[in-house]
């Protein structure tokens, strides 16, 4: 297990050092930052071992957080872990700086020590810590509140407390997708995937329990509505959700349940592959004209409904090293060399769907030895739509709370679709 | 530090009421500032003094002076407090343990406390006080917290007691702490019940042999069950802890499979795969043809997937596992090809793991899109990547045969690009793609030829020589090429070296008239300027053997070659399986078994796949066992390394085989391998017998072979052998008078029949293994009948039990093998005056696990002087603890009058299974794997049984001849056994005519057990 975490500076400075296990001793502290962080060259792996001690890393901004082990541990976990221990941080005090971690190390500490026994680690829902690490000095609770905390923090539901109550019953619903493309210079899907998120903003009162439905093909070929609500179903590769869905539940009979953590969490990830609407369409042509001079022409197609607006759409046309100048013409937006990122940045604020736009640049070259040929990186994209591109859609969220006296009808609920480019490269 | 210095001089900014302001205490006077504040009356004045000491001991300033007073502060109500003071305690508890003892009332103090927080704090704490004095005043607490009602306060003694276990492990077991522990699995509170587990397997861990975590039907179940409702962590510990469990059949282990599936739609990667883990490890004993069994295949493809859109790190390891599983299960992800590919901002960490994946799942199918994208990253900025990309083009080309033509023309465009590691990289493959289509893309070579100067890696130096050489009759200055490269013979690499000279070998034999001069040249280099053994060795061989025989050099050194494999780098299956069992681990990552990285006895245990052939546990569902029978055993051998890389690292060729990277290793360690398994048959072609087979042989002086010892064996880089025949007068070393290429031009033409010196037509390596006879290692592959096989040896029944000492019960008996079945064979006899009857027997546990499997079949009452004979069968399943010596058994025998306690030794034969055959290739590939070491020997006195006799009567003991081969008037058998713990050990026996003293070689991962099994060699072989 975990044998000891330690948080960096970027110095190699040590904030914070936790050692759970005795085989672990002040010098693996060093032996981090003398092999890792001071590495002559940048380390090319995230788990080092250093003799024979095993460390795992992540870095936030400037911060390194290093887990460190000697026994066969669970690797997978021992990054899943460190991935929560920054979300737990970021939950209770914000960006995870050094200031912020020095202006709040005996809170870090106190946590480590909750959420981390033995290099094992135990319950890190931030609701759950929240109603017991509070760093507000002498809380005095009463019995039942004690056992009211002990019980959530080990029980089945450790991510809700009980006794929540709101005087509006109010839910968001964002279906965030990203949608990720690479083409090749004559328009063939080289691979096409989204990877979406459902993510839940609740303010409910006492424990309710939702139901979620979606557009998913299994369950709607199961009904065997066969599209009568004009709904088109989508076939979802793989799906992941947050720890509170009940997941054997979803594996008989694919319906999605769950009694939610307050305020916002992350309900459900998805990929899909399979028609998928990408929402541009980018095509490239290189010319070479001899050896000191290149034409760049690029058009973008926008690829949905007319009455939709995408939004923040950035073209990015890398040029070669050794570019001396550049003269763009654009139709639409604004377009501008950046010599220090090599590349054309098109902006363009909003536009239309079935639209067509074009950029035309001259790239006039340096003469060089260089006997490597320009890679041509891809010319990439970003872009921002108001619908899914995998064709998701919410069909329901229904929310029953037995116990106290508010019915589905009095939820508010609120649905917001986002599509976002991931990495969306068109080769050229 | 420097940071809490700096902060110190911004003071101002310490009214900002945050707690980094701690960090800037003052250096002079700090300690005994802090004391007078530690001893403060006010409370908040006290916190902050504690807190400055906390943060001076994180940045490393020794804070221990202030010991007693930090204590004084813990007996507080204010949790923060206290929860500082712990803190403090933790890290100094252990260099001040004499003080540490005044904290101890306060925990148990604590312990007591109304508040379960609390009272779960100081357990808590206490635990990581590692203090032995703590430890004895910790177990009541403790107990009592075990016990507690507040399952806050249960789960926190649970690791409390794994923590206990760590700091003095005989006082866990004497307390009883781990039958409480164990009580706690079928605790109502899941989170409990996962601490308890977690405890319980690392604990378990430590005593690979004990039956500590007991996993029965029953405990699965009620894991499954807390499965459902437990954290993220506790799913994983849970998990983790199912796949060290064997279910006992088919079904069983699909109704875990079907109540795991569900995990794999977890958002937490490591639930994930933990689930995936377990699947992989019960699916092994799925039936085939089970539906269940492709719906499962299916099953666990999309998750898999899915971790490659987690964050990088997790990518990683999500993607060095899948590394693991498309090599033991290709079929899972065949068709999901274009998730691996690469993305350009990808890490490159993730990127090469990628790309390895993309070379293992391309095939015919999907070749046409892996080969444009690897041309697309061969463009890329990256040094490693690039380099990676190439190669790889070179793999997919000799794994799809009809894409190697493109492949072809996709690598001379990159060597077109003249970017000198393209180039280099894109030779070596080239070669290999030469050797998997000969006579195919020979035209390229005027292409490679061009290039010949900007080589400078030896790897892609010796891969070009070897072209000229190959191919040295179409190339028409192929003398000059390599002539260019002999002038700075001496400081060129030893693979350069040693490629250098069989090249010219090669060009010589292919144009003697005009390289004569070339080829005296680089012999002499080789055998007199050289102090490199291996280049000496390989560089005397050809001199004599184009001296005696040319013809024979002919077919010898231009032999056609095996075909190259067409998988490469996989891992060996045996470490495979092995690695499967760890899916989601450190070990996995580094795709090397938990003992390479682990120190001490922790997961030193090696894991293994159930097998579905049930060998001893699966007798209850033998339909089973029937249904896929053997369909494990058949899988190994096509994972293995070719056969060709396998011999070739067994005798220290250095031609690395198709796309293995790096330099050559280092030849000592290699040399070990291949002397150990060649045993004499070197050490006579060396005429030196006395040294021992380890240590590589050394040539001080060019020395005369020595007259005796007939057909010695060598083999070369080409993966070529011969035994060349031995020369009567010793060849004379001196170029001057050395006249074979004079001679060799006329013989060269004549026919290869003529080749006097050969029984046989030379024999390529391994793909033919017809050695002429006496020819040493190629006997070993073509071992004859064996001989009918004999019974299992019993050895004669012994007294265990005297009458003297068990109230007139006298027990004798022995251990028999009967049909793949352990029996325990006794005689009882009642010497006493009355009648005994209610016999029943137990067994402690043992190294083995062997348990009676039925009761003492004694029906009927015992009478006086009576006797009677009761064989007990045993199974192997019983709980396991290491014995001393290895073969002990302590048996407790009870009847109506006492119960008596005897030990008895039996012979481990009888664990030997009867599939205890080790494939060839598997047994060569294991013995060079396990470490020397690993290796004891022993001297069998006094058998007079020739090898034959010797390895029939093995065989009834269930030890296999592999194979066996004569080196002068020796013999050697090379032997396998596998126990039934699945623990192999591999023998060579050497046995020679006319001795009666016979030698035995064991090698084995577990050495403790070659003491036992030489014993039985003894035992069988000398009755």
Known sequence: ?428 | MEWANQLCENRQFGSKMTDSKYFTTTKKGEIFELKAELNSDKKEKKKEAVKKVIASMTVGKDVSALFPDVVNCMQTDNLELKKLVYLYLMNYAKSQPDMAIMAVNTFVKDCEDANPLIRALAVRTMGCIRVDKITEYLCEPLRKCLKDEDPYVRKTAAVCVAKLHDINAQLVEDQGFLDTLKDLISDSNPMVVANAVAALSEIAESHPNSNLLDLNPQSINKLLTALNECTEWGQIFILDCLANYTPRDDRESQSICERVTPRLSHANSAVVLSAVKVLMKFMEMLPKDLDYYSTLLKKLAPPLVTLLSAEPELQYVALRNINLIVQKRPEILKHEMKVFFVKYNDPIYVKLEKLDIMIRLASQANIAQVLAELKEYATEVDVDFVRKAVRAIGRCAIKVEQSAERCVSTLLDLIQTKVNYVVQEAIVVIKDIFRKYPNKYESVIATLCENLDSLDEPEARAAMIWIVGEYAERIDNADELLESFLEGFHDESTQVQLQLLTAIVKLFLKKPTETQELVQQVLSLATQDSDNPDLRDRGYIYWRLLSTDPVAAKEVVLAEKPLISEETDLIEPTLLEELICHIGTLASVYHKPPSAFVEGSRGVMHKRLPARTGSGESTESPDVGTAAGGSAPEAAPSIIPSQGDLLGDLLNLDMAPPTTSGPPPPTTGMQMGGMDLLGGGLDSLMGDESEPPHVPPRMDTPRSPSPQPPSPVYTHTDYTYTDYSHTDSPPDHSPTEHSPPAELGGDIGGSPAMGAGFGAAPAVMPASLNAPVGGGLGDLFDLGGVGMPMGAYIPPKIVWLPAMKAKGLEISGTFARRAGVIQMELILTNKAMSVMTDFAIQFNRNSFGLAPAGPLQVLTPLGPNQTIEVSLPLSTVGPVMKMDPLNNLQVAVKNNIDVFYFSCQYPISMLFVEDGKMERQVFLATWKDIPNDNESQFQIKDCHLNSDAASSKLQGSNIFTIAKRTVEGQDMLYMSIKLSNGIWVLAELRVQAGNSNYTISLKCRAPEVSQCVFQCYEAVLKN
């Open chain 1, 1 to 428: 297990m975990i044998g000891g975490l330690f948080i960096y500076n970027h110095k190699g400075e040590v904030l914070i050092s936790r050692v759970y296990r005795d085989d672990i001793g002040r010098n693996a502290v060093d032996a981090f930052r003398v092999n890792v962080i001071h590495a002559r060259q940048q380390v090319r792996s995230p788990v080092t071992n250093i003799a024979r001690t095993s460390f795992f890393h992540v870095k936030r901004s400037n911060i390194w957080l290093a887990a460190v082990t000697k026994q066969n541990v669970n690797a997978a976990m021992v990054f899943e872990f460190l991935y929560k221990m920054c979300d737990v941080m970021t939950a209770y005090f914000g960006k995870i700086s050094e200031e912020n971690i020095k202006n709040n190390f005996v809170l870090i500490y106190e946590l480590l020590d909750e959420i981390l026994d033995f290099g094992y680690p135990q319950n890190s829902e931030t609701g759950a810590l929240k109603t017991f690490i509070t760093q507000t000095g002498i809380k005095s609770q009463s019995k039942e509140e004690q056992s009211q905390i002990t019980s959530q923090v080990t029980g089945q539901i450790g991510w809700r407390r009980e006794g929540i109550k709101y005087r509006r019953n109010e839910l968001f619903l964002d279906v965030l997708e990203s949608v990720n493309l690479l083409m090749s210079p004559q328009g063939q899907v080289l691979s096409a995937h989204v990877s979406g998120r459902v993510v839940m903003k609740s303010y409910l009162s006492g424990m309710p329990e939702c139901k979620f439905g979606m557009n998913d093909k299994i369950v709607i070929d199961k009904q065997g509505k066969g599209g009568g609500n004009g709904c088109q179903s989508i076939a979802i590769d793989d799906c992941t959700f947050h720890q509170c869905v009940r997941l054997s539940k979803f594996d008989a009979e694919r319906s999605i349940s769950f009694i939610p953590p307050d305020g916002e969490c992350e309900l459900m990830r998805y990929r899909t592959t399979k028609d998928i609407i990408l929402p541009f369409r980018v095509i490239p042509l290189v010319r070479e004209v001899g050896r000191t001079k290149l034409e760049v022409k690029v058009v973008i197609k926008s690829n949905f409904k007319p009455s939709l607006l995408a939004q923040k759409i950035e073209v990015r046309i890398p040029t070669p090293l050794n570019t001396s100048g550049v003269q763009v013409i654009c139709m639409k937006g604004k377009a501008k060399y950046k010599a220090s990122e090599n590349a054309i940045v098109w902006k363009i604020k909003r536009m239309a769907g079935m639209k067509e736009s074009q950029i035309s640049a001259e790239i006039e070259l340096l003469p060089t030895n260089d006997k490597k040929k320009w890679a041509r990186p891809p010319i990439s994209m970003n872009f921002e739509v108001p619908f899914a591109p995998s064709g998701l859609k919410v069909r329901y969220l229904k929310v029953f709370e037995p116990k106290l006296n508010y019915s589905d009808h009095d939820v508010i609920k609120w649905v917001r679709y986002i599509g976002r480019s991931g990495i969306y490269e068109t080769r050229c």
